[in-house]
């Protein structure tokens, strides 16, 4: 089992910065791939970043490339995703996630633990 635990989301203008936190226990943690995925209201979850076990494989989809980077600290059990230049389509539930497996996946069914998620709202 594994738990996840994100934190940092909130309120912030279009422009502006928010770092997402993502703590994890109860598994390996520095030997996993960690995912971050959104979901809008009433849209499907999607993928956002991932980072490989070793943190220097990362990959990003188009719409963020540029403006978010993931990143993770194994001594804190710990992965983040820093995200800049903030736009109003940013607005959703941001959730982190958990793959026993390489680093890659952009599925939300190819990771295997969630977290609760957190708000993102960006204001225009």
């Known amino acids: 089992q594994v738990q996840l635990v994100e934190s940092g989301g909130g309120l912030v203008q279009a422009g502006g910065s928010l770092r997402l936190s993502c703590a994890a226990s109860?598994?390996?943690?520095?030997?996993?791939?960690m995912g971050w995925f959104l979901q809008a209201p009433g849209k499907e979850r999607e993928f956002v970043a991932t980072?490989?076990?070793?943190?220097?494989?990362?990959y990003y989809a188009d719409s963020v490339k540029g403006r978010f980077t993931i990143s993770r600290d194994n001594a804190k059990n710990t992965v983040y995703l820093q995200m800049n230049s903030l736009k109003p389509e940013d607005t959703a539930v941001y959730y982190c996630?958990?793959?026993?497996?390489?680093?890659?996946?952009?599925?939300?069914?190819?990771?295997?633990?969630w977290g609760q998620g957190t708000q993102v709202t960006v204001s225009s």
């Open positions: 109860g598994r390996t943690f520095s030997s996993y791939a």
């Open positions: 996630a958990f793959r026993a497996g390489r680093v890659g996946a952009r599925t939300p069914t190819e990771y295997d633990y």
């Open positions: 980072i490989g076990a070793s943190t220097t494989s990362t």
